[in-house]
């Protein structure tokens, strides 16, 4: 799916009076197929953008195309058959929690689902091979029957992540993937996520706290500030300066190792124990 995204201006509903808009004139297109990561300081715009071209918030200002389709000025029916073809994962999936983790993976299909086949699935899981194989891709497969609230928070993140193997979506949006995963679990998860996007013919859009993960793994990177683009480059142009100026003020967000153009940092000497 293609995105563009004009001038964009938002605000939450339930932003103070006088409140900065979270967004603020942004202008971004993204083609059928990329993969995108969104990077900057807490605050500056990551989810709202996300939440924006998910159609789940509507612009005080500006244009969002989807395929060339103004969402808003659609029929209600339209709209609700674009929203199907949108996978948006929050950073905490809404999962209910007695739910046994098969059916909430299923769940990533409902969107092409009618009323009557949606009810039946939530009772009787019409295709546990395909669970058992999205939950596997993210080392999960052992999770199959177990209740949701019996999860681990970042368990619990992987689920979320699996439904997008599963969902009808050709627009993949997903909310900072990694906030609640070890760095092993983390790289193994935004590799699924990329090569699942790669593998469906999905535009990906990722927020990343993890810049070197983002760096390391995306081709294209956004940088937001303020609600407002800092740049847009590819991962390999992206240097020092882009991201110390980025993070001016937030340096303790900015984690991992520097990009390439960086010189090393110096190794720490040894300390030397003299026994008596
Ligand atoms: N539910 C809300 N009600 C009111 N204002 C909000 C709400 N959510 C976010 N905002 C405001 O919108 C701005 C952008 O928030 P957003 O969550 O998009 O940033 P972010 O970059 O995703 O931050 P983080 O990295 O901390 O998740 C912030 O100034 C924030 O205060």
């Known amino acids: 799916m293609n995105i563009d995204l004009q ?21 971004l297109r993204v083609t059928h197929g990329e993969q995108v990561a969104v990077i900057g300081p807490s605050g500056a715009g990551k989810t709202t ?11 005080r200002a500006g244009t969002l195309q989807l395929d060339g ?12 058959r674009l ?30 689902m009618g009323l009557w086949q949606s009810l039946r699935s939530l009772f009787y899981p019409v295709d546990i091979p395909a669970a058992f ?3 596997d891709r993210f080392d999960l497969a052992d999770k199959l029957f177990e209740r949701v609230d019996r999860l681990s928070g970042g368990e619990r993140q992987r689920v979320g992540l699996a439904r997008a193997l599963l969902a009808p979506a050709s627009l993949w949006l997903i909310d900072e993937p990694l906030s609640a995963l070890d760095p092993a679990r983390a790289r193994q998860a935004i590799d699924t996520l990329l090569a699942g996007a790669r593998e469906r013919g999905a535009t990906l859009v990722t927020t990343l706290h993890q810049v070197e993960v983002a760096l390391e793994h995306f081709p294209r990177i956004v940088g937001l500030r303020d609600g407002a683009l800092a740049f847009d480059l590819p991962a390999a142009q992206v240097t020092r300066e882009h991201l110390a100026r980025l993070y001016e003020q937030h340096e ?5 190792p520097a990009p ?7 190794v720490p000497q040894p300390v030397v124990m003299h026994c008596r």
């Open 7 to 27: 001038g964009a201006s938002a605000r939450h509903p339930a932003a103070r009076p006088g409140a900065a808009p979270a967004l603020k004139g942004l202008t």
């Open 49 to 59: 953008l996300l939440q924006v071209i998910a159609c789940a918030m509507p612009l």
């Open 69 to 80: 389709a103004s969402p808003w000025q659609l029929p209600r029916s339209a709209l609700q």
């Open 83 to 112: 929203r199907g073809r949108l996978f948006l994962a929050p950073q905490v999936p809404p999962l209910p929690p007695r739910q046994r983790v098969v059916t909430a993976v299923l769940a990533g299909r409902l969107p092409a």
């Open 133 to 135: 194989e999205a939950l």
């Open 252 to 256: 303790d967000e900015l984690h991992g």
């Open 260 to 266: 390439l153009d960086v010189a090393p940092l110096p």
